[in-house]
Nanobody, 121 residues
Framework: QVQLVESGGGLVQAGGSLRLSCAASGRTFNTDAMGWFRQALGKEREFVAAIGWNGEAYSDSVKGRFTISRDNAKNTVYLQMNSLKSEDTAVYYC????????????????WGQGTQVTVSS
């Protein structure tokens, strides 16, 4: 059974930082591409960042502020979020797929339950 468990969300003031973690089990983690997506209330799910053997990618809205990384020994992927803005408020999901990374949420087979990030202005 594949399981992805996010943690690290919370309430932070604008300009602050948070680090999200996503612990994976039940798969060969180090061969999967991992992605972070977010969904704000009333909006569609959107791409945030992704990492795979073919590199990394970021949405324009978070580039330069967020950093994705992974620790294969711990089967964990991270999202370091700096200079947070109120528009970053959303539920953040990690997702996994075999092979190369993708910016499309539809390409991902496995999802975590999500963690809420709220940025107060």
């Amino acid at each position: 059974q594949v399981q992805l468990v996010e943690s690290g969300g919370g309430l932070v003031q604008a300009g602050g930082s948070l680090r999200l973690s996503c612990a994976a089990s039940g798969r060969t983690f180090n061969t999967d591409a991992m992605g972070w997506f977010r969904q704000a209330l009333g909006k569609e799910r959107e791409f945030v960042a992704a990492i795979g053997w073919n590199g990394e990618a970021y949405s324009d809205s978070v580039k330069g502020r967020f950093t994705i990384s992974r620790d294969n020994a711990k089967n964990t992927v991270y999202l370091q979020m700096n200079s947070l803005k109120s528009e970053d408020t959303a539920v953040y999901y990690c997702a996994a797929r075999p092979g190369t990374y993708s910016q499309r949420w539809q390409d991902h087979n496995y999802w975590g339950q999500g963690t809420q990030v709220t940025v107060s202005s």
